[in-house]
């Protein structure tokens, strides 16, 4: 079992919907929580960072931790076809070691 | 890309030959780090360094070593290529060990 599991998709919305990620993780020492945006050919870019349960929200997105669930999801309010791209869960124990979702692949049609 | 530059871009080899790419950084941040993007296996860690001279292992560290001589410097050598090797590498920077890190453009390779 993978120490952080992601669904890999593919999922496609139309522009405007709401854009819904997920991952599960099994160590529940895991205490910083990370979402990546990649476009293609590109390298990761840090979207969001947070280490307590509960939600953060950055303009037209918000991370949620659910550390008694080991869950954590990424919302995006009024996608746009800007917003397609592979996004990256990213978890931390609290030192230089990051465990990687495999990525969700979106697709936000116009 | 947060002041963070990989070379080079793209490169083709062949196998058993050496390869070296180069990281980049003008952020002065502490922590280095190289990793490695394969389809289904997501990002893994190669080599990272917490200070100039200063490297360990990551998981996926067989066949490859670093060297960091300047802060803004770390390089990744393959000693001698394989196909397996075949990937996109990714240089990643942080101030801190357990802060944020942040990606550079990537370098892809290809071993033939």
Partial sequence: ?????????PLSVPEGAIVSLNCTYSNSAFQYFMWYRQYSRKGPELLMYTYSSGNKEDGRFTAQVDKSSKYISLFIRD??????????????LGDYKLSFGAGTTVTVRA | ????????????????????????????????????????????????????????????????SVSRSKTEDFLLTLESATSSQTSVYFCAISERSLGEQYFGPGTRLTVT
């Fill in chain 2, 1 to 64: 890309d947060a002041g963070i530059t990989q070379s080079p871009r793209h490169k083709v080899t062949e196998t058993g030959t050496p390869v070296t790419l180069r990281c980049h950084q003008t952020e002065n941040h502490r922590y280095m780090y190289w990793y490695r993007q394969d389809p289904g296996h997501g990002l893994r860690l190669i080599h990272y360094s917490y200070g100039v001279k200063d490297t360990d292992k990551g998981e996926v560290s067989d066949g490859y």
């Fill in chain 1, 79 to 92: 996608s746009q076809p800007s917003d397609s791209a592979t996004y990256l869960c990213a978890m931390s």
């Fill in chain 1, 1 to 9: 079992q993978k120490e952080v599991e992601q669904d890999p998709g």
